[in-house]
């Protein structure tokens, strides 16, 4: 594979591998409001990378365009197939297509873990599994596998009320992971958490995609938190203004 630089798309240096999504020109207004204008990045396999800039700047939008949640007005979202066999076109398929799409090779960690309080642990992190077919038994033993990567061995039975903050998260990162995901998306995952809970869950976050075929990107306000991503993406009314 050739080194590819493409300040372009969002990268500041040049990469030895080749990108693993591919998002050109993408543009997203709402009503008289321009949310994206002509943004482009390249994300690539064992990279975190954070998304910054001030409320309204157009991070979130970009994050949801990227991640197939909703679609641009122009520009193509482009992934590539783990087998190598080719790219998916995001932004080209239906919003049922999308949907099943995203459930196969995206996995996302909100800012208040957005966990079914009626489930428990396991429950939760094997919810994906299953809604892709996986039987039971196999889905919860992949599920409390997880649990137990993330520290959380013996807690698979418990319900989220039962849980602290920053186990939450952590099983919010169990369950994005479950699927084997090609980009895990994070959007304020740490937000909502003490300093010291805070540290433990992004060092999780940061653990997925560490010597990994898969991204991360994290959308925060935090200056911390994105100084321990091997990148910055920040915005500006919408439009990708400087990287590092």
């Known amino acids: 594979m050739g080194t590819i630089a493409e300040p372009d798309s969002g990268s500041s240096k040049a990469h030895t591998l080749d990108w693993l999504l591919r998002a050109e020109h993408l543009s997203k207004s709402y009503a008289q409001t321009q949310a994206l ?11 975190a990378v954070a998304i910054m800039g001030p409320s ?17 007005d122009s520009g193509k979202v482009v992934l590539r197939r783990p087998d190598g066999s080719g790219n998916d076109d995001i932004a080209a398929l239906s919003d049922a297509k999308r949907s099943a799409f995203r459930l196969h090779r995206f996995g996302f960690v909100f800012q208040q873990g957005m966990l079914i309080p009626e489930l428990t642990a ?12 996986c039987n039971r038994s196999d889905a919860l033993q992949r599920a ?18 039962q849980l602290s903050g920053g186990q939450g998260q952590r099983i919010a990162i169990a369950r994005a992971l ?27 976050l940061l653990a997925t995609s560490e010597g990994a075929a898969r991204a991360l990107v994290i959308v925060t306000h935090d200056e911390h938190v994105a100084a321990r991503c091997g990148r910055i993406v920040r915005l500006l009314d919408g439009r990708i203004e400087a990287t590092r």
């Open 122 to 133: 396991e429950e939760n992190v094997a919810l994906p599994l299953l809604l892709l077919g």
């Open 178 to 204: 479950v699927t084997d995901p090609s980009i895990i998306f994070a959007d304020e995952p740490t937000g909502a958490l003490d300093s010291r809970t805070a540290t433990d869950v992004l060092d999780a």
């Open 37 to 47: 204008a002509e943004a482009s990045l390249d994300l690539y396999p064992g990279e």
């Open 56 to 72: 309204g700047s157009g991070k979130s939008t970009l994050l949801h365009v990227i991640a197939g949640i909703i679609s641009a």
């Open 144 to 161: 409390n596998a997880e649990l137990g990567r993330l520290g959380l061995s013996g807690l698979g039975g418990r319900r989220i009320g």
